[in-house]
């Protein structure tokens, strides 16, 4: 367990992981935004999720589809990646740059709640747990607790990415 995070460290560290989660990847290509921890500190899963949550400074969301959607919450974390889609595209490019946390905005398999029982048998859905346990990587979803921010920022990135800002 990492001590205690500097405000300083901790907001250029989210800025590099997150900021994109409401710019480019908005428009859905397979763009995304990496980052990693300051040399001589690790975060598991969890401590990131902790870290967000703090960040964006809204309210506990009950029943929340913001939950991890694959892998261990224990895990160390190498790097992020921040995308709208976890694509088999943006799994590969995780595991090509060493990261081994997707923060994804949609669902990971196919349905909003993540619900895979009826995909047991569906070859995306196979070949994407595959890469994710090959490399080791786990996807945490960010979408309610990012519509609740004020501005909302997705929609804010999404203007500014398109110009609309002014």
């Known amino acids: 367990m990492p001590g205690p995070i500097q405000n300083h460290n901790r907001r250029s560290f989210l800025k590099n992981s997150i900021s994109i989660a409401g710019g480019a990847a908005i428009l859905g290509s397979p763009l995304f935004s ?5 040399a001589g500190t690790s975060y598991t899963v969890n ?12 309210d506990p969301i009950p029943d929340t589809i913001d939950t991890l959607k694959y892998g261990k919450p224990e895990t160390i974390v190498t790097g992020i990646i921040s995308t709208m889609f976890p694509t088999v ?40 747990k ?22 909302d ?4 990135g999404f203007n500014r990415k398109m110009g609309w800002k002014s």
């Open 130 to 151: 595959a890469l994710l346990d090959k490399y080791g990587i786990v996807i945490w979803r960010f979408h309610d607790y990012s519509h609740t921010t004020r501005p």
């Open 153 to 156: 920022m997705i929609l804010e």
């Open 47 to 58: 401590d990131i999720i902790r870290i967000i949550l703090q960040e964006v400074k809204v």
């Open 34 to 38: 990496f980052a990693t921890p300051a």
């Open 89 to 128: 595209a943006i799994i590969e490019k995780a595991a090509a740059l060493n990261a081994n946390l997707i923060i994804a905005h949609e669902p990971t398999f196919y349905s909003g709640l993540d619900r895979t029982e009826k995909l047991k048998d569906n070859a995306v859905m196979k070949q994407k």
